[in-house]
């Protein structure tokens, strides 16, 4: 098994096709699907299912990309460490909910680690895939909320995937209301003072149920029910359709613009918002750089 080896594997399954991953790597295709097929049978793995349309990740495949990447992140350390700075590419990926903080802190990393060439991937997502990726080493670390209605749910998944969850902070909720909504001027607002108004809530596909919901008061029946997959888009009909949505309040300006504003909720509830990560690992600099880029944000 070669470094090279698990560098064309993993580029693959980025690309999901073998002719992209030969384009971006400026390696004939003939070379890859020669080397993959040599480590496949070395390892006595089955990596990736071919398709007319490419090829995609298999079961065990996706068990063997988890351990390439930390392989690859590893060896990055040692050459960054031994051989210079310089030669080094950085990589680094994160699964959050949707955050601005956590934006916030992934553009303090890059600025703070700059270099000619980096590798970064930011990726807002629902739940259970945050957790997948973490699981399956696609991203190094993980962001969302516990609260009491979901933990014991999401503490058996976590513990089922050998994760852990480490709290960054604890918040009471608020709402994401536009600046020019009804309620704006309030102090604080009541579910009842929303009952009026369209509710925003993040899609979790075929996990929409409320252990995976990233609104602490999916449990409540509203009326009027809008779901997205995006922040933007949430934010759009926020201002649009003067919808809301329900959040921990932190709320960036800088990314955001002044269009959105936070008010608190009143209900007896909180969010412990944290971090995900693999048991018995140690997070690389870039992973522990975001941590402090947070802290220093929240």
């Known amino acids: 098994m070669k470094l090279q080896q698990l560098r064309y594997v993993v580029k693959v399954a980025e690309c999901g096709s073998i002719t992209e991953a030969s384009r971006r790597l400026f390696v004939s295709q003939p070379s890859i699907t020669a080397s993959i097929r040599d480590l496949e049978n070395e390892m006595g793995v089955h990596i990736f299912e071919r398709t007319n349309k490419g090829v995609i990740v298999s079961e065990e495949g996706e068990t063997f990309l988890g351990y390439a990447r930390q392989v690859l992140d590893q060896a990055d350390l040692l050459e960054g460490k031994y051989k210079g700075a310089s030669e080094q590419v950085p990589h680094f990926s994160v699964s959050c909910q949707h ?41 190094e670390l993980g962001i969302l909320y516990l609260s009491e209605h979901n933990r014991e749910v999401i503490e058996r998944m976590l513990a089922a995937n050998e994760l852990v969850f ?11 209301v536009c600046a020019d909504h009804p309620l704006a001027g309030r102090s604080s607002v009541t579910l009842e003072d929303l009952e009026d108004y369209p509710f925003l809530s993040y899609e979790q596909g075929s996990y929409n149920s409320f252990y995976y919901s990233e609104e602490l008061t999916s449990t409540f029946e509203r009326r009027k029910n809008i779901r997205v997959r995006d922040r933007a888009t949430l934010f ?51 992973g522990q750089a975001y941590i402090d880029a947070i802290r220093q944000h929240i």
């Open 99 to 139: 955050y601005s903080f956590a934006v916030n802190a992934f553009v303090d990393v890059i600025r703070e680690f700059d270099a000619a060439r980096y590798d970064f991937t930011l990726r807002e997502e629902q739940t259970h895939e945050i957790i997948e990726d973490v699981a399956h080493m696609k991203s």
């Open 236 to 286: 759009n009909l926020a201002m649009g359709l003067n919808g809301y949505t329900v959040c921990s309040g932190v709320i960036s300006h800088e990314l955001n613009g002044p269009g959105i504003i936070s008010i608190p909720l009143d209900v007896d509830e909180y969010m412990e918002i944290g971090i995900i990560t693999r048991k018995n690992t140690t997070l690389t600099r870039y």
């Open 166 to 176: 480490e709290g960054l902070f604890c918040a009471a909720p608020h709402v994401f």
